[in-house]
């Protein structure tokens, strides 16, 4: 018997709910049910894929292995769907953009503006989230293409360059280093540096230029680049955060940015798409963006 989308779906509700019984109210079914989907799914691949947690349940080492498979075929088939759909109604199916938050607030609105003006018929739709939930939208299909930071490097997705992402370190105008010139980045060691969660590219971006300069400063994590600069503005630490979404309220004095030798690393703006069978509309959006 071949695996079926019903199997999927279960096996994928498990890894995510961690238990039969949570997966059985996720799906609107019977535990024996979900528990049979499980077995039947784990029979077709060859190996267990689950194993007993305590209570629960959690995904086997093959287990992990096969889920984001599981999530990007059930993906495909989604997105077959919907391109089939608007196939048969003549219309373009929506380009669906998942987009880190600095991007979709800075970089976007007026790219997006110039390609609708392009596109008409390319209707357009946009989650926005860190870079860790861009990937796993992009990896489940659930998005059709993603504006963040460079590609990892699993072969998964590819990675076309669209502009330049300077990063700037930012403080409140009165910080006592405010006019020095050549600040040394280990004269920083003493600051509270303000950053993102974990899962940012800017979180990993400042992290490693930290650990270049061998310090480990007092770090305050704070949900978003807006909000580290209006925690820098107040006065709360310094933080490191795109130029483009400070450079306003650097012109309007409300923030100063230090000069800090050596300088924060710069990085690139990429569209993010599937390597496996991208769609024809983030293909045609990739490529629009590549070229402005």
């Known amino acids: 018997m071949a695996m079926t989308l019903s199997q999927l779906k279960t096996f994928i509700a498990v890894a995510e709910d961690g238990s039969v019984r949570a997966a059985a109210e996720r799906l609107h079914v019977s535990q024996p049910s979900v528990s049979g989907s499980i077995a039947a799914l784990s029979d077709e691949?060859?190996?267990a894929l689950t194993e007993r947690d305590g209570r629960g349940m959690k995904l086997s080492a093959a287990g992990e292995v096969?889920?984001?498979?599981a999530r990007e075929a059930l993906g495909l088939l989604e997105q077959g769907t919907r391109m089939a759909h608007s196939a048969s109604a003549k219309e373009q199916a929506t380009v669906r953009i998942a987009a880190v938050y600095t991007a979709a607030e800075f970089v976007l609105p007026t790219l997006l503006r110039a390609f609708r003006e392009a596109h008409p018929e390319i209707p357009i739709q946009l989650e926005i989230g860190n870079r860790e939930h861009v990937l796993a939208l992009l990896g489940s299909r659930?998005?059709?293409?993603?504006?963040?930071?460079?590609a990892p490097d699993d072969g998964m997705v590819e990675g076309l360059r669209i502009a330049t992402n300077r990063h700037v370190i930012v403080a409140a105008p009165d910080h006592p280093l405010a006019r020095q010139q050549k600040i040394a980045l280990?004269?920083?060691?003493?600051e509270t540096w303000l950053v993102r969660e974990?899962?940012?590219?800017?979180r990993r971006l400042v992290d490693e230029y930290l650990a270049g300069a061998h310090i480990v400063p007092s770090k305050t994590t704070i949900g978003s680049n807006s909000a580290v600069a209006a925690a820098a503005m107040v006065g709360l630490g310094i933080g490191i955060v795109p130029l483009v979404a400070v450079e306003h309220l650097i012109v309007?004095?409300?923030l100063v940015q230090l000069d800090v030798a050596p300088s924060p690393p710069s990085r690139d703006w990429f569209a993010?798409?599937?390597?496996?069978?991208?769609?024809?509309?983030?293909?045609?959006?990739?490529?629009?963006l590549t070229q402005r």
């Open 272 to 288: 993010l798409l599937p390597v496996r069978r991208p769609s024809p509309a983030a293909r045609t959006l990739a490529e629009f």
């Open 198 to 202: 974990e899962a940012s590219g800017t």
């Open 252 to 254: 309007a004095g409300s």
């Open 142 to 150: 659930e998005a059709d293409i993603g504006i963040g930071g460079r």
């Open 66 to 69: 096969f889920l984001p498979h």
């Open 45 to 47: 691949v060859g190996v």
């Open 186 to 190: 280990r004269d920083l060691a003493s």
